[in-house]
């Protein structure tokens, strides 16, 4: 089953391509600029050409670079329109009689947050490992570790699910939803950087190892999200590079995230 994000010309170019530099410093360029970085690539390069030489650009280089923009835009359209309300995610539990908890803070006036994608992952993962025999941690409390053929790997944090285990996973997942009624803020840059983190480690771990580990991250909370369209657009960024194996957005989780999850537990059994 194909990820509804992926971009496979893309995630076939491999996690240390050079290509996804190219990507990061188009992103780092501001809104006016980035335009005239498509423009410019779009076309043959000329003597008043701004980028091709600085960076060193090939012809395959820039036909990569916008070919990639124009379809990451579609990506961001469907992740935009894949995401829930926060009602949206209580009705899904509901039907499917799935307990969630609150994220209780100390004022009375800030909204009271629902764990309900942690709730629906969870419940999704433990009945799915039930039925094919498998264990699971669906509530880390310590971090996980990998410890094979004298290659040793610490999570830099605490994730938020792993199969079979803390110890030696081949499963785990990192989780972010936000359900409040503000236009987000830092902690969604912050989400990005802390699952760019473990990806990249896991797959530096996995070239050493030899261990094929899957990093899976979901992403729900449509108003917040959608204040943070550049922050949503690097999440797919990491899936396509490769450092992100599965990901899951809004609505995607209530249908893909049980097909994929037994794909994986499967493919590992049978080995």
């Not at 600085?54 to 820039?62: S, V």
Request: with cysteine; charged share 30%; net charge positive.
């Amino acid at each position: 089953m194909k990820d509804a994000f992926s971009l496979d010309p893309w995630r076939k170019l491999g996690w240390r391509d050079p290509f996804w530099e190219l990507l990061r410093f188009y992103c780092s360029l501001r809104g006016n600029e980035q335009k005239a970085f498509l423009k410019e690539l779009s076309g043959s390069k000329s003597p008043d050409s701004r980028w091709w030489d600085l960076l060193g650009l090939t012809d395959d280089a820039a036909k990569l670079i916008v070919s990639y923009c124009e379809q990451r835009e579609k990506l961001i359209e469907k992740a935009l329109e894949s995401l829930r309300t926060e009602e949206e995610a209580i009705s899904f539990c509901k039907k499917n009689k799935i307990e969630w908890a609150v994220t209780k803070t100390k004022s009375k006036d800030h909204h009271q947050s629902t764990k309900t994608l942690i709730a629906t992952v969870s419940a999704i993962a433990e009945r799915v490992c039930k039925s094919l025999g498998e264990t699971l941690e669906p509530n880390p409390q310590k971090r996980c570790v990998w410890c094979i053929d004298n290659h040793l790997h610490v999570t830099a944090r605490n994730l938020d699910g792993a199969v079979p285990s803390l110890q030696d996973p081949y499963i785990v997942w990192e989780i972010k939803e936000y359900w409040g009624k503000t236009s987000g803020g830092s902690k969604m840059s912050d989400a990005v950087y802390e699952c760019h983190l473990v990806g990249r480690e896991i797959r530096e771990y996995q070239e050493k190892s030899k261990h094929k580990i899957a990093h899976v991250v979901f992403l729900d909370g449509k108003d917040q999200w959608h204040s943070r369209k550049s922050d949503l657009a690097r999440f797919i960024d990491l899936h396509n590079q490769g450092l992100i194996d599965h990901l899951f957005i809004g609505r995607t989780i209530e249908t893909e995230w049980e097909p994929i999850l037994t794909k994986l537990v499967r493919a590992r059994r049978d080995v």
